[in-house]
């Protein structure tokens, strides 16, 4: 539970915005401790000599992801190679009670492996292997240095693919540290519903396996649901070494689309008709006229700058001219224009790689900023309101925020280009950014559907979870990880 001064000054931040200075006072308190020689040497007998960085450029690497938070590098960075390596940090940075980061690929849009406290990052890369494959049982085993690509890439001749898809080519095991989804979930939902069973270390150096060692079956009643305990856990509660995935058939078939509308309104209540219909969509995704300005300079495309709506249909091909001939009319009942269709395998990766760019995109329409990155999700009733309301708040703060969203589960994006040296374009779009957030939560939803908590929405969380559950959340940091050494600061202050 919460313990001492800071824990009081969190919880009355939560209640009380006006001090805010005061908890960012108290956290400022905690100071970074130098690291020892020794400690440094002991690393260096785990891992190798050659797998252990105190170089300045190395360490910066680390100390950031894709997110606006301010660069907090760790004061060395490691290389594991094997789950033994990790364990033997693990152990001695719990001895020495010395901060622990781990760190995947660096996609992350919440600040999420910044190390705000120092300490030792272990950059998990190096552990790359496909374990296995099981095509009849439709499951994987990957370490923890495996991106989704080159699974993919691995499962080609397979007739399976990983569906899940953030954008960024992010580690496996990262995406489940943060309950990553993207574009398809609509379809095959989160990283929450497609991780089987994870090898983790704890922060005393043991070795668990969620599931049970090797145990890979579609359901169980076993125990408690330790998978799921450690999905989303962004890396406070254990380290995650391997991962197993549930795999999927590639779809006979597949044709993307794109149609545009005159209002927000009319694409997000098109998004809700379809999914009301049962249609089995296997994207849906909304882009406001920003983004599709930002996409065609960025990408070369030449689509109509007008609040547009980014479709999918896969399934047989008469699934495919049914689904579509649906999905045409209730566009058209809303005031869409007629499909643009992209069929063949080179213009639907082109149109989704013009998706997927969009964060850069964004940025491109102001050089020299920084992505100040938002999401929130809501149930999809309620999804026309967050996004329209969004919408205005964006407008009236007279700021940059291209808007994009997998709509088709409640879940929309906020790209704000910022010039992170003038702090009140800063506040002016933290202050969108909350009220945002404070409406899906007024409106039954979540400040996050896919980025995380991190450094950015802590304050939120103790909104949307309340005290008690906080409360709880932060016992069972204090079991696992009692001398706090697990990604210190994110998720919790």
Known sequence: MFRGRLSHVIL???RYPHRQNELHTA????????LT??????LQKIVGDKNVSEAMAIREQHGKDESYHTCAPP???????SVEQVSGVAKLCNEHRVPLIPFGSGTGLEGGIN?????VCLDLMKMDKILAVHPEDFDCQVESGV?????NNYLRDTGLWFPIDPGADASLCGMCSTSASGTNAVRYGTMRENVMNMEVVLADGRVIHTAGKDRRTKKTSAGYNLTNLFVGSEGTLGIITKATLRLHGIPEASVSAVCSFESIQEAVDTTVQVLQCGIPMARIEFLDEVSIDACNKYSKMNMKVAPSLFLEFSGSPKSLDDNAEIVGEIVKMNGGSDFKWA????????LWKTRHDILYACMALRPGCKPYSTDVCVPVSNLPRVVVESKKYIDEAGVVGPMVGHV??????VFFPVDQSNPDEVKTVHDVSVKMALLAQELNGTCTGEHGIGLGKRELLIREIGESGIEVMQQLKQTLDPNGILNPGKVFF
């Open 27 to 34: 956290q400022a308190a905690q100071k970074i401790v130098p």
């Open 75 to 81: 004061q060395v960075v490691a290389f594991p190679e």
């Open 408 to 413: 088709g589960d409640g879940n929309f994006h």
């Open 343 to 350: 069929t063949d395998v080179d213009e639907r990766n082109l």
């Open 115 to 119: 190390a705000i406290r120092g300490g």
């Open 147 to 151: 991106t989704r690509k080159t699974l």
């Open 37 to 42: 020689d020794s400690l440094v040497q002991n």
């Open 12 to 14: 009355a931040a939560a």
